[in-house]
């Protein structure tokens, strides 16, 4: 598993290899453009204006959401990919942070139209999903949604497949969604699957 000094060794040329990945079509990456499309444009379509990025990396789709006018709140393990994003929205309130502990205070204390977390809780093991999540919800304003775009699945049979497909490109560290073991949890929860290998789950309050 990378720890904070992988991803900031990582950061600089993390966007080339998530489109190398999205262009072939492989996994872990199939349907990442597809992902941040949908996101993007449900976020602007609901008006929301308060967004908090969980994982937010470089800032590639937080970037688009200030530059219309989103208040964007962030929390990323990494101090690199911090100072990337920072550069492109100076006025984004961006946190360091592990997001597994939980989100830092400041983020606490804020409410969100919309909370989206891009290829970034797979860190957390399905129980601390669970918990995260409910957490999450506590965050949002009335009417306001949770949007994850991740390697996800409808069933753990479709996780099997790929796994198998991927092979030794399978990374064993990470744990992805699978809908059907999630939605017990949580009724208005949604599954769009967008890839072999990707989806975007969506939870409104």
Same mark, same amino acid.
């Given at each position: ?67 219309? $006018?989103?208040?964007? @709140?962030?929390? /990323? ?8 994003? &920072?550069?492109? !929205?100076?006025? #984004? ?49 009335? $009417?306001?949604?949770? @949007?994850?775009? /991740? ?8 996780? &099997?497949?790929? !796994?198998?497909? #991927? ?39």
């Amino acid at each position: 598993m990378l720890n904070n000094k992988g991803f900031d060794l990582w950061a600089d040329d993390y966007d080339k290899s998530v489109g190398l990945s999205d262009e072939d079509g492989t996994y872990p990456f199939a349907g990442y453009k597809t992902i941040l499309n949908a996101i993007y444009n449900r976020v602007l379509s609901t008006s929301s204006k308060t967004v908090l990025d969980i994982g937010f990396g470089t800032g590639t789709l937080t970037t688009k959401l200030y530059e219309h $006018g989103c208040e964007v @709140y962030g929390q /990323d393990f990494s101090d690199r990919m911090i100072e990337l994003a &920072q550069e492109k !929205m100076p006025n #984004a309130k961006l946190f360091q942070g592990d997001f597994s502990n939980g989100l830092v205070e400041p983020l606490l204390q804020q409410k969100y139209d919309a909370i989206i977390a891009t290829y970034s809780l797979h860190h957390l093991t399905d129980l601390q999903k669970i918990t995260f999540l409910k957490n999450l919800l506590l965050l949002l304003n009335e $009417g306001g949604c949770i @949007y994850i775009g /991740d390697v996800a699945f409808e069933t753990r049979v479709e996780l &099997q497949k790929c !796994m198998a497909e #991927a092979g030794d490109e399978w990374d064993d560290d990470e744990i992805y969604f699978v809908y059907d073991e999630l939605r017990a949890h949580f009724p208005t929860m949604k599954f769009e699957k967008m890839s072999n290998c990707a989806g975007l789950i969506s939870l409104q309050r």
